[in-house]
């Protein structure tokens, strides 16, 4: 299994341009989340899907970040303008049970 | 969930057992202990998880104390590969419904010294 996949593993911008982060989650798997982590925050989730569906979106952060899941196999994760503050590591996680989410190798976002 | 408290830092020789502690003093009934690790620039790992009693994986054991308020995850050979930060997390666990989200705290930095 190739495990989650996320993609850019890196990407640098410029304030104000628009950002799209994908992940593929584990074949199979039928939760998917997406995660932010800084220095100052931690570790923290952003958004969590259930059979494609948002269950929770309350740790987005403002309405520039929006997620969709289009089908089992993808999801992105975009910003609207970027900002520098947005700077960060960004994790997407799947699981098939309450058990162990398996988390991808992250996007590291750096906005100019 | 229940809050946990974890040691900023440890330090293990390589080939020891590492023995990290977990304090969740608040934690009720139906919620589960889970250990993620995560190291360096990866994505968090799982490791392991209990409701009350031990349990017992490839990669750790993990020891809950009867009042379960509080637990201790032991690598038994611990490798310089296992420097990591280790986190101790509290949740219900249940298999239907949504509840599944994991709060992540700082957790301990555990290093391995050669």
């Known amino acids: 299994d190739a495990g989650v996949i996320q993609s850019p593993r890196h990407e640098v911008t410029e304030m104000g341009q628009e950002v799209t982060l994908r992940c593929k989650p584990i074949s199979g798997h039928n939760s998917l989340f997406w995660y932010r982590q800084t220095m100052m925050r931690g570790l923290e989730l952003l958004i969590y899907f259930n059979n494609n569906v948002p269950i929770d979106d309350s740790g987005m952060p403002e309405d520039r970040f929006s997620a969709k899941m289009p089908n089992a196999s993808f999801s992105t994760l975009k910003i609207q303008p970027s900002e520098p503050r947005d700077s960060a590591v960004y994790f997407c996680?799947?699981?098939?049970?309450?058990?162990?989410?398996?988390f991808g190798p992250g996007t590291r976002l750096l906005v100019l | 969930d229940a809050k946990t408290t974890q040691p900023t830092s440890m330090d293990c020789a390589e080939g020891r057992a590492a023995n990290l502690p977990c304090n969740h003093s608040t934690i009720s009934g139906n919620e589960y202990v889970y250990w993620y690790r995560q190291i360096h620039s990866q994505g968090p790992q799982y490791i392991i998880h209990?409701?009350?009693n031990n349990e017992t994986n490839e990669m750790a054991s993990l020891i809950i104390t009867e009042d379960r308020k509080s637990s201790t995850l032991i690598l038994p050979h611990a490798t310089l590969r296992d420097t990591a930060v280790y986190y101790c997390?509290?949740?219900?666990?249940?298999?239907?419904?949504?509840?599944?989200?994991?709060?992540f705290g700082k957790g301990t930095l555990l290093t391995v010294n050669p």
């Open positions: 997390i509290v949740r219900v666990s249940n298999s239907g419904g949504s509840n599944y989200k994991l709060t």
């Open positions: 209990g409701l009350k």
């Open positions: 996680a799947s699981s098939l049970d309450p058990r162990a989410q398996y």
